[in-house]
């Protein structure tokens, strides 16, 4: 029959996370091109020797064969392709990396063709890789794939009457998903004054190639109203709690930490 499902069939994936499974094993959740997020069980992937342990951890791009199992595939085969070595020894871009995992894991839903995303999440990981800047590979993210899933916010025209909405006049309403009109901020109970340079810079992610958005000049008062605004608008429009974001602030403070301490060991010197 034509549309039997291969009993096997060999994909990349990136692994978005995985869980324990009884003694020995682990359920992998990773997201494929063709087949969109999948759960397959990696067997004897906790056993010391195991050969699929390293090839299916999550941060990594792999290929895998999967075997169609009764409730779960199963991985037979795993082969690394990327394993993005220069973010797994960076504090800050690991913890954007999971923050990107999370996202996609949380917004994909199984068996949706996913491959815009999967483009998506193997560029931005790959940008991260080559030492792009963690923020301008986050916001750029975010909008991507708000865009592809149909929530990205309306940065141009006033989400109530429609009106063109200019960049100094703008206000924003994360209830209603994107900029009001200064004649109609009193409509929505949450619509507040937005600095004009916060929607100048969202507008540029939204429109200009991503070398072209690396060169805008971020002070980092700027960039953490960005990160504050990204975040709270998906939280608002999605309904669903990121938990990677508390790693990313905290490791910002280590970071932050380690900076100061290096200072004073420079002036005690």
Request: hydrophobic share 40%; aromatic share 6%; with cysteine.
């Amino acid at each position: 029959m034509s549309g039997r499902i291969p009993r096997v069939i060999k994909t990349k994936a990136i692994v978005l996370a995985h869980r324990r499974l009884g003694d020995a094993d682990r359920i992998v959740t990773m997201i494929t091109p063709q087949q969109g997020k999948v759960d397959a069980v990696a067997k004897g992937a906790l056993k010391p020797k195991s050969k699929l342990a390293g090839h299916v951890e999550p941060l990594t791009l792999t290929e895998v064969s999967l075997a169609h199992g009764r409730t779960l595939d199963i991985i037979t085969q795993a082969q690394t392709q990327n394993a993005y070595l220069p973010i797994k020894s960076d504090l800050q871009k690991m913890s954007t990396a999971f923050y990107l995992l999370e996202l996609t894991n949380r917004f994909l839903i199984e068996d949706v063709d996913a491959g815009q995303i999967f483009e998506l999440l193997d560029s931005s990981l790959t940008r991260l890789s080559d030492g792009k800047k963690s923020q301008f590979v986050t916001r750029v993210f975010e909008f991507s794939l708000l865009r592809v899933i149909g929530i990205k916010p309306e940065l141009m025209k006033c989400v109530i009457t429609g009106k063109d909405v200019d960049a100094e006049k703008a206000y924003w309403s994360m209830v209603q998903g994107g900029v009001v009109h200064v004649d109609s901020s009193v409509k929505t109970f949450d619509a507040r004054p937005l600095e004009s340079r916060v929607i100048r810079v969202l507008r540029a992610i939204e429109f200009l190639s991503f070398e072209e958005i690396c060169r805008i000049k971020i002070d980092p008062q700027l960039s953490m109203m960005l990160e504050n605004m990204m975040f709270e608008f998906i939280q608002v429009q999605s309904e669903l709690v990121i938990k990677s974001s508390s790693f990313m602030g905290e490791a910002r403070r280590v970071i932050a930490s380690s900076g100061t301490e290096l200072n004073n060991s420079s002036r005690d010197g």
